[in-house]
């Protein structure tokens, strides 16, 4: 990976490690990955080694190879950004630096506890369609010079667009994001938006606001199609009007979508700053939505199979330290899904099988990757004063973990 090309021998030395230990650990926690690896210190050091580069600031250029790497696995054209927020619960967290409250999503009752904020960027990979982390920052809103979740948020879309040709990509929102100030700010960079209306949203008719569901109850679906939502696939019927939001700075199309099948919610409205003019991109930009769904996947697969939440360390700083190697982790399963050679068939073959066909391809290689890696337990450097450096290569691991 080229993400090692930057930084001095013992920073790449300490991000091979950490990957090597997280994808053979399934964990976040310091002292299973420092377990993982077969190293002639005690587990004490190792742990203290760890939490000891976690705390300083990593090397630029990791950040800027990283975004290379993640753009060579995605689409030139039709590019799609998935945005959202999740969040970490530390219900029982004592001594972690500017512990907030954040509303715990997996309670059924959606309660305030203890925690984090986490927002995310992630672009849909060119063949798999996987969701491959671009963007990722855990924050709290009791820390210093703290602002907003928008500011935080609207920092990542200009990240995600340094570098792109305008209108070249698509950034998908859910209900949370439908605001003025959303519209305005993502409309700024020149790229396109695919945004969930809610219920409370106004629509401008003849100089007067009226609320968009009841605008949208005039009108009957025209075009007949399947949509997907949450993972779901309704049968759907569309129609598309232009209309004007308060102070949004241009008119936008409303896509009113009929769902019948759907008896909680038959009636949902999307909008988005691109030309529907044919029912041809009506079709395509109602099926874009239905990619949204990858990102909650995504937070699903970090949390339950790699331990997002289970970290030990306390300063932010080395919280998000250790989601972005978590990054990186991840992405090394999306390129070994874009590639699709015969390691990747043989390791997804002999994988735990779920029962359930599951629209993000992670849980099965991870599985299987977690079992070879672990069984190996290979060093993965060996660097001494009269050595010459070695260092391990992660998809050469793989394949000599593979059994013949």
């Known amino acids: 990976m080229e993400v ?4 001095s021998v013992t920073d790449r030395r300490f991000l091979a490690e ?4 997280m994808l053979s650990s399934g964990s976040t926690v310091l002292g299973e990955i420092a377990h993982s690896l077969s190293g002639k210190c005690s587990l004490k050091k190792g742990i203290e080694r760890l939490s000891r580069h976690l705390a ?7 950040e800027k190879n990283y975004r290379h790497l993640v753009s060579q696995i995605m689409p030139q054209k039709g590019l799609i950004f998935c945005v959202d927020d999740s969040d970490i619960a530390k219900i029982y967290g004592k001594k972690f630096q500017d512990l907030g409250t954040v509303r715990d999503a997996s309670s059924p009752d959606k309660k305030l506890v203890k925690g984090y904020h986490v927002t995310s960027i992630v672009g849909l990979s060119e063949n798999g369609r996987q969701p491959v982390p671009v963007f990722d920052r855990v924050h709290s809103s009791i820390s210093n010079g703290y602002t907003s979740v928008n500011d935080i948020t609207f920092a990542g ?17 859910d209900r949370g994001y439908d605001s003025v100030t959303c519209f305005n700010e993502t ?5 396109y938006f695919l945004i969930r209306g809610t219920s409370k949203r106004n629509v401008i008719e003849k100089g007067k606001a009226i609320n968009v569901f009841e605008y949208a109850k005039r009108y009957k679906g025209k075009i007949a199609t399947k949509i997907r939502i949450k993972g779901m696939e309704y049968d759907a019927k569309l129609t598309v009007k232009l209309v004007k939001i308060g102070s949004v700075k241009r008119k936008l199309w409303l896509i009113i979508c009929w769902t019948d099948s759907d008896i909680e919610e038959p009636l949902k409205i999307f909008f988005t700053n691109a030309v529907l003019d044919s ?17 909650e996947e995504f937070f699903r697969f ?17 919280i998000n330290n250790l989601l972005m190697i978590q990054d990186f982790c991840v992405y090394f399963l999306a390129s070994l899904i874009e590639r699709n050679q015969c390691e990747f068939h043989e390791a997804m073959r002999m994988a735990k099988d779920y029962g359930i066909e599951s629209i993000v391809k992670y849980y099965r290689l991870e599985n299987r990757l977690r079992h070879l890696l672990h069984r190996s337990k290979k060093q993965v450097f060996e660097c001494g004063r009269r050595k010459r450096e070695k260092q391990m290569n992660l998809e050469r691991e793989f394949k000599k973990a593979m059994p013949d």
């Open 4 to 7: 090692f090309s930057s930084g």
């Open 187 to 191: 409309d700024k960079w020149h790229q």
């Open 56 to 62: 300083e600031e990593f090397p630029k250029g990791w």
């Open 302 to 318: 970090k949390k339950t199979q790699m331990g997002m939440e289970n970290f030990r360390v306390r300063s932010l700083v080395s």
């Open 157 to 173: 879309i200009k990240y995600c667009c340094a570098g792109l040709a305008d209108y070249t990509a698509t950034f998908i929102f």
């Open 279 to 295: 029912k041809e991109s009506v079709l395509e930009w109602s099926r874009r939505y239905g990619e949204r769904w990858k990102i």
């Open 18 to 21: 950490t990957m090597f230990g």
